[in-house]
């Protein structure tokens, strides 16, 4: 049986209004309330699927010890919340808001997710996309280890758009030990051996994020 996260939704009305007719009370809400009905993209579809391997320990305490085939395909988040998996287990059923810490290309999952996913969801306007030319790279992090990135980006639009200064796409990248880390650019240290050269790596730290938002006139 699959724990599914409760889903809230508005009370349906029992009147829709037609052109002449008086605003039912529910319609009317609906139209000046600026939270309650608004639109929210809390799902996005990966650019591409990936065939993981999900902990028994996610999926009930009635499990076996061990792990089940899935595929990863869509993510799902809530603001402030770590960002969560949608996921196809070869039972056949659907896991919607799967732990992102128990999945894994391998059997191992040592990682905690506060390591994996140091920054939260930082919006509702959830996107996913292929940034093509990291797909692959080496990358070594600050906290999760080294790994390979696998081309996918998390970002939020609204969230730039109300914390201009913390705006942080996040990068996916599959650790050496199978499982994924989410990381802002800052957790993160790529490897190209055509371009990159490790003598610059001192400046490093010297980087320093504008904190002067510029607005085209």
């Known amino acids: 049986m699959l724990f599914l996260h409760q889903r809230h939704y508005a009370p349906r009305c029992t009147s829709r209004p037609r ?15 600026p939270h309650r009905y608004r639109t929210r993209v809390r799902h996005a579809n990966l650019p591409f699927h ?18 089940t085939r899935g595929i990863l395909h869509a993510v799902h988040c809530r603001p402030g919340q770590p960002v969560m998996g949608h996921v196809l287990l070869e039972s056949g059923a659907h896991w919607s808001g799967m732990l992102w810490h128990l ?3 391998s059997e191992e999952f040592a990682l905690e997710q506060r390591v994996l996913q140091p920054w939260g969801a930082m919006g509702e306007e959830l996107q996913a996309w292929n940034i093509n030319y990291l ?6 992090t600050r906290m999760a280890g080294k ?44 490897s190209d051996r055509h371009f990159i050269r490790a003598d610059k790596g001192k400046d490093l730290h010297r980087y320093r994020r504008n904190d002067v938002t510029l607005w085209s006139e």
């Open 19 to 33: 052109h002449g007719a008086r605003v039912s009370v529910c319609h009317r809400r609906r139209l000046t309330h």
């Open 50 to 67: 990936l065939y993981v391997n999900i902990s028994n320990a996610a999926l009930g305490p009635n499990m076996q010890p061990g792990v």
């Open 103 to 105: 999945i894994s290309t």
């Open 135 to 140: 797909e692959g790279l080496p990358v070594a």
């Open 147 to 190: 790994g390979r990135h696998t081309g996918i980006m998390l970002d939020w639009a609204d969230g730039f758009s109300r914390y201009p200064a913390e705006h942080k796409p996040l990068n996916m990248i599959e650790l050496d030990g199978g499982q994924f880390a989410l990381l802002p650019n800052n957790y993160c240290v790529f």
